[in-house]
């Protein structure tokens, strides 16, 4: 069963940073485009940052300067370095792999943005 397990989350202030990891099992990570969303409350869950297997990355412009992913096929692990936090980036963030027809997401780890 594919497992992807995230970590690094937690309570932060305004202007600091946080980086997720996303550890995945199971699969064969480096034909995946690996994702991550998030998803506050009220709120549908939204892309942040995507890297594809071939190394293309895009970004939510809510993001865009702030955040950057990045992946390492040996780890079977990506990763979401998060810079200058504000408020608004408060969510329950979702690690997404995704290839063809398959879709997996983890369980989602909280980020919580102090101001």
């Known amino acids: 069963q594919v497992q992807l397990v995230e970590s690094g989350g937690g309570l932060v202030q305004a202007g600091g940073s946080l980086r997720l990891s996303c550890a995945a099992s199971?699969?064969?990570?480096?034909?995946?485009?690996m994702g991550w969303y998030r998803q506050a409350p009220g709120k549908q869950r939204e892309l942040v940052a995507a890297a594809t297997s071939g190394g293309s990355t895009n970004y939510a412009d809510s993001v865009k300067g702030r955040f950057a992913i990045s992946r390492d096929n040996a780890k079977n692990t990506v990763y979401l370095q998060m810079n200058s936090l504000k408020p608004e980036d408060t969510a329950v963030y979702y690690c997404?792999?995704?290839?063809?027809?398959?879709?997996?997401w983890g369980q989602g780890t909280q980020v919580t943005v102090s101001s």
């Open positions: 997404n792999a995704h290839w063809e027809t398959s879709d997996y």
């Open positions: 199971r699969l064969f990570f480096r034909l995946f485009t």
